[in-house]
């Protein structure tokens, strides 16, 4: 079965940074592999079997960010140089198109990067290989080119107080940035693109900016595990039953059908992280994981709440690989029984 | 999370009915609390939508900033809560009680009551902190003057930010993990952050949770969607329905927070609740005072002395107060039981008058012989405690395999009077169940730090530079 064929007659959802990174939030699950592989669109997916989640982005969000970076672009970039302390340099930007002329301003991207003249380059278009397959990369990113290196710039708008910032916008734009470096090592060699990415934010309570520079390694090693291993998604595709398609003119019913037919591994991140959460958590309800991964552990591991509380009873005997969970959780619940009035 | 929350967790489920994981309360519940609900706009850096506040469940008051982008609106927010909550906060600082210190050799005085600031969840928590931040250095003349309510509003929130770090300190608690405290839910810790979900797990059922998902959020972030649909035209327009409909979208959280708040009320206070409110009561005191002599706003940063000697009495609070959970209440210390850190067992033999005379002085050191069935994972010569004589220590001086167990031979020492003979009571006799445990409530002093001015600048001693009158330009 192919990717193409999985996804049926709705075109493929286009990647950018934000998809890309989301797909290292959780590895370990079959369906949402094969869903990002054949590029099927989960919000309507979702929508479409009756479990819509609420993944929007706020107006006012955007639009601040919007204007924080038009602030920073304006005047060619007076504002931005000043903070990236970049000096007198050309700018570039490639700007927005349609899908027919991709294929052009990738080629001007290549032509610009290519030269190893100091400049900020907006808008590039970059390329990534996705489950072998090869995607546009809508980035909204400056790539910095001096001596011959380049460096990811990132414009993000949430604020910097006191040189902190929230952990989890900052883990965000990391993964972000590193899907550009990613990328743009693809095109460019390696070594011509520096693990250091630079973020260019807000500081404390004013729309002043101020960079910071992250070091995006452990993301990139992440990243690279998790494309390789969509990759070989190819395989888990076509094992598949043929009546498994994310065709969205199916009936709802057809499409749990299809869903079902690959293996989904739910936790509670997922509720942030994924777009099929609402319906997953329903498919896992009963079992401890939905209860959260600590949850899990605690209870020595086993994967049903109806078994982990036969097991406290004593109501059934314990696998042989069960027996010190089963010891332990007969003890918890007595001594549950005994403090509780 | 420990088996028997875990385990509580998987009867809640199974029962659709949050399941409790404490038989007394863990934190004080004021009389008199201040209950506040800051909403926060979308995108900006800590900027204000709105508020719900009060101190009566049937009097909320709303502070709304119809732009919320403009600057002046949000000092304009800031002076309006200062003079709802800075009262509030001033307002027990009134009788003084005397405190013995030194031994008896001095005295101190503290007052008689401190304030209780109740938000919904850390987010409000986080939200206040950065709040106090950015209005505690705000200069009330020069080029953006602001009311002279606002940067001590700004200090008192960074002060009540700050002690919400400390483990066991109720001066600014919020309601959800007031409530995860006490009960555990049959859905995941990040379902039970929204308040109205986790209310409904304690008071009606899953079924019902599931439901209050869907329902207003309890702030400071709003949903994307109400942004969106709702309040963008509502700014838009400088629309006078944006009151009645944040109003309406705060009200079910109000509510919530008074629920929340008398559910927890219906729990019998832990015998060590009092003694933490001292010490939130001293922490209230000692800033009370320096607003009166000093008034400097808090440093954006610590030193490095200062983060250092902070982060060490947050440890000690930290064990203080896990300690203290356990001995006030038997569900908490049955977790210390199955981990082997505490043992339940009945004494067998008992020789309270036992004298110890091979030392310089004889000294009273009565020895019991406790057997148990439960799981034991103490050495020889540790120290136990057990929550009935706080007071007294027992050493351990053997542990010996029985046929259902084990007998535990114990050497006790203090806690039993002065003379040679123990008083009544003081020992455990024949027959009495005791729980032991190698918990110790006993003080632990704390490393010594040398003192700010003898420390070199590359840890954080002088110069020191405060910019007290700093403004951040916008
Ligand atoms: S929500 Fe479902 S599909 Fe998405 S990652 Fe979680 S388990 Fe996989």
Avoid at chain 1, 73 to 82: G, P, Q, T, Y
Avoid at chain 1, 119 to 148: C, K, M, N, R, Y
Avoid at chain 2, 141 to 161: I, Q
Avoid at chain 2, 393 to 420: C, F, N, Q
Wanted: net charge negative; aromatic share 6%.
């Amino acid at each position: 079965m192919s990717l193409d064929r999985l996804r049926g007659t709705t075109p493929a959802k286009r990647h950018n940074a934000r998809t890309i990174a989301a797909l290292t939030g959780n590895p370990g699950c079959s369906r949402r592999a094969v869903l990002d592989a054949a590029g099927i669109d989960k919000v309507k997916l979702a929508t479409r079997i009756g479990f819509p989640g609420s993944f929007g982005q706020s107006r006012f969000a955007l639009a601040r960010g919007n204007a924080f970076e038009a602030m920073l672009k304006a005047d060619d970039c007076a504002l931005l140089r000043s903070v990236l302390d970049v000096g007198v340099v050309d700018y570039h930007d490639l700007g927005a198109d349609s899908d027919d002329t991709l294929g052009a301003r990738h080629g001007r991207t290549l032509s610009l990067l290519g030269s190893a003249r100091p400049a900020l380059v907006d808008h590039p278009l970059l390329t990534l290989e996705v489950a072998g397959q090869t995607v546009f990369l809508e980035p909204d990113l400056i790539a910095f080119q001096s001596e011959g290196r380049l460096r990811v710039v990132e414009i993000k708008s949430f604020a910097i107080v006191d040189g902190q910032a929230d952990s989890a916008a900052v883990s965000g734009a990391a993964v972000q940035a590193a899907v550009y470096v990613l990328a743009l090592r693809a095109l460019l060699g390696d070594d011509r693109v520096s693990h250091e990415v630079v973020l260019v934010c807000p500081s404390n309570f004013s729309l002043q900016p101020v960079a910071v520079v992250l070091d995006v390694r452990k993301q990139l090693s992440t990243l690279r595990r998790q494309l390789s291993r969509l990759s070989s998604v190819s395989s888990l595709i076509a094992g598949l039953p043929s009546f498994v398609s994310f065709d969205l003119s199916l009936s709802p019913s057809d499409l749990i059908s299809s869903l079902t037919a690959i293996e989904a591994r739910y936790v509670p991140e997922c509720l942030s992280s994924c777009e099929m959460s609402v319906y997953c958590r329903s498919e896992a309800a009963g079992s401890t994981a939905a209860l959260g991964r600590s949850v899990r552990e605690s209870l020595g591991g086993i994967e049903e709440v109806s078994t982990v509380l036969d097991l406290a009873r004593g109501a059934v005997a314990p696998d042989p690989g069960q027996a010190e969970a089963a010891a332990l959780l007969r003890q918890a619940a007595r001594l549950r029984d005994e403090a509780l009035p | 999370m420990s088996t028997l929350v875990a385990l509580a967790r998987a009867e809640a489920y199974a029962a659709g009915r949050a399941q409790p994981i404490a038989t007394v309360r863990h934190l004080h519940v004021h009389d008199r609390p201040f209950v506040l609900i800051p909403l926060a706009m979308a995108g900006e850096a800590n900027a204000p939508l709105a508020a719900m506040l009060g101190t009566a469940h049937d009097d909320p008051h709303l502070l709304v900033v119809e732009q919320p982008r403009n600057r002046d609106e949000r000092f304009a927010f800031a002076a309006e809560l200062a003079a709802r909550l800075v009262p509030y906060l001033e307002s027990f600082a009134g009788e003084t009680e005397a405190v013995a210190v030194d031994r008896g050799r001095d005295v101190r005085h503290r007052f008689v009551d401190a304030p209780q600031v109740w938000l919904p969840n850390t987010g409000g928590v986080d939200f206040l902190r950065l709040f106090g931040r950015s209005t505690r250095f705000r200069s009330v003349d020069g080029d953006y003057p602001v009311h002279p309510a606002v940067p001590l509003l700004g200090r008192w929130l960074t002060f009540l930010a700050g002690t919400s770090e400390v483990p066991g300190s109720s001066l600014l608690p919020n309601a959800v993990q007031a409530l995860t405290l006490h009960w555990a839910t049959g859905q995941s810790g990040a379902e039970d952050a929204h308040l109205g979900s986790l209310l409904a797990w304690i008071e009606s059922g899953a079924a019902a949770a599931r439901l209050a998902e869907r329902g207003p959020v309890a702030g400071p972030a709003t949903d994307p969607d109400f942004d969106n649909h709702v309040l963008a035209p509502l700014i838009a327009n400088g629309d006078p329905a944006l009151r009645t409909t944040l109003h309406e979208l705060l009200l079910p959280t109000w509510d919530g927070m008074w629920r929340a708040l008398a559910l927890l009320r219906a729990l019998p206070a832990g015998d060590r609740v009092g003694s933490r409110w001292d010490g939130d009561r001293d922490a209230y005191s000692a800033y009370v005072q320096h607003l009166a002599e000093d008034g400097a706003p808090q440093p954006r940063r610590d030193g490095a002395v200062a983060a250092a000697a902070r982060l060490q009495r947050l440890e000690n609070a930290a064990a203080r107060y896990a300690v203290q959970r356990a001995f006030d209440d038997p569900l908490v210390m049955a977790e210390y039981r199955l981990a082997g850190a505490a043992f339940g067992g009945v004494v067998t033999l008992a020789n309270p008058d036992r004298v110890d005379d091979t030392g310089k002085r004889p000294v009273l050191r009565p020895r019991i012989m406790v057997a148990t069935t439960e799981t034991v994972r103490v050495e020889p010569g540790a120290s136990l405690t057990s929550p009935a004589r706080p007071a007294q220590k027992a050493k351990v001086i053997s542990v010996t395999a029985t046929a259902t167990g084990h007998d535990v031979l114990l050497e006790l020492s203090g806690g039993m009077g002065r003379k040679l003979v123990a008083e009544p009571g003081s020992v455990s006799a024949v027959g009495e169940s005791l729980l032991l445990t190698t918990l110790s409530e006993a003080y632990r002093p704390g490393a010594a730090f040398p003192d700010p001015s003898e420390t070199p600048w590359t840890h954080g001693g002088p110069p020191v530079v405060v910019e007290s009158v700093h403004a951040d330009h916008e």
